[in-house]
């Protein structure tokens, strides 16, 4: 399950880059060669940067891949760095689920009633990528509980 859903994530967040990419590259054409701007797009690229960066985060929990100061965790034993790791994965659930779905969910309701400027389109719309985000993120991290747990995964990436 957690290779086909990080290999969806590889490709959605992709394609949010590619995108970003034609986007701002249609922009500058028809701004400097054409003298006329696409009024939408930079507003669109600014949300899709937002969702790619969402989808980067997820994808970085994944793969245990986020900052971390293995100074302490190194000089524990085996199962002290179990215990770490865990407490360190377990953080970074309650997050996900606090901040990203409680809080996402939140403000993705407050923000449907909101108009974009540009693109005439719900907010909440494109809001609704943090709580999406918060269960991806909590999911790997309860995966990752689980793998360091059962001793699938190190507690500590080595150096």
């Known amino acids: 399950m957690r290779k086909l859903l990080t290999k969806f994530l590889n490709m959605l967040t992709g394609i949010c880059f ?75 659930l309650v997050f996900s689920l606090t901040i990203l779905c409680y809080g996402g969910l939140q403000i993705t309701f407050l923000a449907m009633g909101q108009q974009t400027s540009s693109l005439g389109v719900s907010v909440g719309a494109f809001y609704v990528l943090l709580p999406v ?10 995966l990752n509980i689980r793998d360091i747990w059962t001793g699938r995964m190190p507690a500590f990436p080595a150096d």
Not at 31 to 56: C, M
Not at 135 to 141: I, K
Request: some cysteine.
């Open 18 to 92: 590619m995108v970003m990419v034609v986007l701002t590259f249609g922009q500058v054409l028809m701004r400097y060669l054409f003298n006329n701007p696409l009024t939408w797009s930079e507003e669109f690229v600014s949300y899709l940067f937002a969702w790619s960066s969402l989808l980067g985060a997820c994808l970085v929990t994944s793969e245990r891949g986020h900052m971390n100061i293995p100074l302490l965790g190194h000089k524990l034993s085996a199962r002290g760095q179990k215990i770490l790791g865990i407490i360190g994965e377990g953080i970074g």
């Open 133 to 142: 985000a918060g269960v991806l993120n909590a999911l790997y991290a309860a």
